[in-house]
């Protein structure tokens, strides 16, 4: 397996970056998960748009969809200039059905939704979800592929559950948009703080903080959550490549 950061930016993206987006590979599969704002410019650094074999959506925010169009745009045109490729599958939940419709594009993208309640399969990926505390309906998710995981939180405020649901797990993509002495709740997020509880009490091998903030200075991140988490911390940054 083999992840890497496309967009880090909670809420919009900086100046030339982007918001929430990462590709997770495997055995010559290719797998977007969340297409936030400046996700497409940014993919083309590590992949062409048409070589997605599939895309998965937490939950229907700007910062985590807001490229979707676009995408169905490049494998549109690119489809027209020749090149060959199949109806992408957008997978996601269909609580929001106005939402979940738009993930149908034409032959180009096809929705597909995921239940919460069961493993899907996505290629080589076996993916479980855990409902987030968050204003909208959003799922983390728990991959796992070639005895290998890696869990996504998603955006979410910190939540108990998630303990188990991230137990062991190789790698913990975090979301962590407050710093330690700010109040990440109410906004359905966590802070470095959280962060570190999380990763420390579902004794993860490696924690990377992700939609953060546009302010602050971010290795304090680090530093609060390392004072609750012992493990390897990292900052994620566009083109960061990890293996879980
Ligand atoms: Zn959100």
Redesign the pocket.
């Known amino acids: 397996m083999e992840l890497t950061i496309i967009g880090p930016w909670g809420g919009y993206p900086k100046v030339n970056e982007a918001s929430a987006g990462y590709l997770l590979q495997h055995e010559g599969y290719h797998l977007l998960i969340d297409c936030g704002s400046g996700v497409l410019a940014k993919l083309q650094n590590f992949i062409e748009p048409e070589k997605l074999d599939g895309v998965i959506i937490s939950?229907y925010?700007a910062?985590?969809i807001a490229d979707i169009g676009v995408l169905q745009h490049a494998r549109l045109i690119q489809g027209f200039l020749g090149k060959k490729m199949g109806n992408l599958p957008i997978y996601a939940h269909d609580l929001n059905a106005q939402e979940f419709k738009v993930l149908t594009y034409k032959e180009v993208t096809k929705g597909i939704p995921y239940h919460p309640g069961e493993v899907l399969q996505v290629g080589p990926f076996s993916i479980t979800f855990q409902k987030t505390n968050?204003p909208?309906e959003?799922y983390a998710m728990r991959f796992e592929a070639g005895g290998r995981s890696m869990v996504y939180t998603a955006?979410t405020a910190f939540k108990e559950e998630l303990v188990s649901f991230a137990q062991n797990a190789n790698l913990l993509l975090c979301e962590c948009n407050f710093y330690g002495e700010q109040n990440g709740a109410n906004a359905?997020h966590m802070t470095s703080f959280d962060a570190g509880k999380l990763a420390s009490r579902a004794n993860v091998k490696r924690l990377v903080l992700t939609h953060l903030p546009h302010y602050g200075r971010l290795e304090q991140l680090e530093e609060e959550a390392a004072t609750l988490f012992n493990g390897p911390i990292l900052l994620a940054q566009s083109g960061l490549t990890l293996k879980p």
Request: aromatic share 0%.
């Open positions: 939950h925010h910062d985590h968050h909208v959003c955006d359905g």
